[in-house]
């Protein structure tokens, strides 16, 4: 199969890597020419994947991105692999295509104006606005870029209401340590992958706090309820947050310490500015973006999300962590299952 990879931050290039080890033909594209020629020299990516080295099969492209680019010829699968602050530009550069569209970015899209009633959208709503005829779905789960990358075992969501584009993830991407199963909730899936970097924030300065294992625990486990609260809401089906892009996905980002959120959060509890945490990870921490809209579009539907409420509150320097631990655990008693 022939795969077209735009973007070659950590995920992409280590799903390009995977895919070329199960013989397909990936042409991996990035936006920088200079790293695209690094790449091209060295056969791997120094600058966001060191020490793994490309497989053949693996052909680099850059420039500047449009419908007729070499790096989408003969593609029969486009995966989109930047940041959620990307998605955009390149649906728009692939709204005419007839090949079926999958992205990687997990998150909501920041808001296009500062409008009070400018709403940031999942990758699907981006999707519908700018390019509505394409078959789309997006790639999520539990996975770390190094691990799979490094061909350790690893369990994938392909989500998307069209079978055609499940099925061309699984062909794409399921292989011996790489599994990947189908799903049509794409809602859900989306609101698990933005949510849970929210909460890994939140785990993360819990644990640079030292609040204990109990502690974090409780953030997991309610972190999770509020996460299911939204996706309901939105029109997600319950038993996706019991799934890959659930509870998966927020175990493994809120306690494994790969994750770049969970260390944007253990940054601050050390004292680092949010602008300092940020610049010292090189990589993208989606949470960071996605949380003032998640706490707006709960807010829009009725739906109480606490610890992302405290989350933003410490990202804007509204509060402090001992405050945020203090309003959190001072809140009413109630029942679970609210
Ligand atoms: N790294 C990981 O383990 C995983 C990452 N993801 C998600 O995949 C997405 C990409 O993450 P990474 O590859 O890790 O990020 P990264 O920070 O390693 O690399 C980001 C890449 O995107 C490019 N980029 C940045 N802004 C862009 C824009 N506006 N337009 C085009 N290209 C742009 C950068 O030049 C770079 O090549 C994120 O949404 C992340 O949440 C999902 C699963 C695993
Ligand atoms: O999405 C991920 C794991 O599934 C990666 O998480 P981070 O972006 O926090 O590193």
Redesign the pocket.
């Known amino acids: 199969m022939k795969l077209a990879v735009l973007?070659?931050?950590?995920?992409?290039?280590?799903l390009a890597v995977s895919a070329a080890k199960g013989s397909h033909e990936v042409s991996l594209w990035?936006?920088?020419s200079r790293?695209a020629a690094q790449m091209q020299a060295q056969q791997v990516n120094p600058r966001?994947l060191p020490g793994v080295a490309f497989p053949e099969g693996i052909s680099l492209e850059s420039g500047p991105l449009s419908p007729d680019h070499a790096a989408l010829k003969g593609a029969e699968l486009i995966v989109v692999?930047?940041?959620?602050?990307?998605l955009r530009?390149?649906l728009v550069q692939l709204a005419g295509t007839s090949v079926p569209v999958a992205w990687?970015?997990?998150?909501f899209e920041a808001p296009l104006t500062s409008a009070e009633a400018s709403i940031g959208l999942l990758g699907h709503e981006v999707c519908r606005v700018s390019a509505p005829k394409v078959r789309a779905g997006i790639l999520?789960g539990p996975?770390?870029?190094?691990e799979v990358a490094n061909g350790q075992p690893t369990a994938l969501v392909a989500a998307s209401e069209h079978a055609e584009v499940r099925e061309a993830l699984v062909a794409a991407f399921h292989s011996p340590m790489l599994r990947v199963y189908g799903n049509d909730d794409i809602v859900g899936v989306e609101v698990g992958g933005a949510v849970k970097?929210v909460l890994a924030i939140a785990t993360g300065l819990c644990d640079g706090l030292n609040l204990g294992l109990n502690a974090r625990a409780a953030l997991v486990t309610r972190g999770l309820a509020e996460m299911s609260r939204l996706g309901l809401a939105l029109g997600a089906k319950a038993e996706t947050f019991m799934g890959l892009s659930g509870l998966g996905d927020l175990v493994l980002t809120a306690t494994g310490d790969?994750s770049r959120n969970r260390k944007v959060g253990q940054l601050l509890a050390q004292g680092l500015s949010l602008e300092q945490a940020v610049a010292s990870l090189g990589?993208?921490a989606?949470g960071v973006y996605s949380a003032r809209t998640v706490v707006q579009r709960a807010r829009v539907s009725g739906v109480d999300m606490p610890i992302s409420e405290a989350v933003v509150a410490l990202l804007e320097g509204q509060t402090q962590p001992a405050q945020a631990v203090a309003a959190l655990m001072g809140r009413d008693a109630k029942s679970e299952s609210h």
Do not use: I
């Open positions: 973007g070659a931050g950590a995920w992409g290039t280590a990035a936006r920088d790293q966001y692999a930047t940041p959620m602050a990307g530009e390149m990687l970015c997990k998150g999520s996975s770390f870029a190094q970097n790969l990589h993208v989606e």
